[in-house]
Nanobody
Framework: QVQLVESGGGLVQPGGSLRLSCVAS????????MKWVRQAPGEGLEWVAG????????DYADSVKGRFTISKDNTKNTLYLQMDNLKPEDTGMYFC???????????RGQGTQVIVAS
């Protein structure tokens, strides 16, 4: 069955960095577009970034463009999200999901918590 396992979240000060990982199994990862979505406390799901199956042509929500980088290692079945210059408004639960976006739907893992606070 499809399994997505996110990790790498934590507490970081504004301006700091985190690198999230998502290990995928149960489907052909190398043939699957992938995305990151997030959910801030009390809010709905928001699409953050998407990447095509071969790891090309990433796209980002305007709120993270220039600060976040999505990447995909098809040899490790792993999706990444490098997050730099983090802001308090980036706080939330981050999930990986199948599909490119910009919708935020689809099967997700359990998520990893990111808290940006001083």
């Amino acid at each position: 069955q499809v399994q997505l396992v996110e990790s790498g979240g934590g507490l970081v000060q504004p301006g700091g960095s985190l690198r999230l990982s998502c290990v995928a199994s149960g489907f052909t990862f190398s043939a699957t577009h992938m995305k990151w979505v997030r959910q801030a406390p009390g809010e709905g799901l928001e699409w953050v970034a998407g990447i095509f199956a071969r790891g090309l042509a990433p796209d980002y929500a305007d709120s993270v463009k220039g600060r976040f980088t999505i990447s995909k290692d098809n040899t490790k079945n792993t999706l990444y999200l490098q997050m730099d210059n983090l802001k308090p408004e980036d706080t939330g639960m981050y999930f990986c999901a199948r599909g490119f976006g910009p919708d935020a739907g689809g099967q997700r893992g359990q998520g990893t918590q990111v808290i940006v606070a001083s």
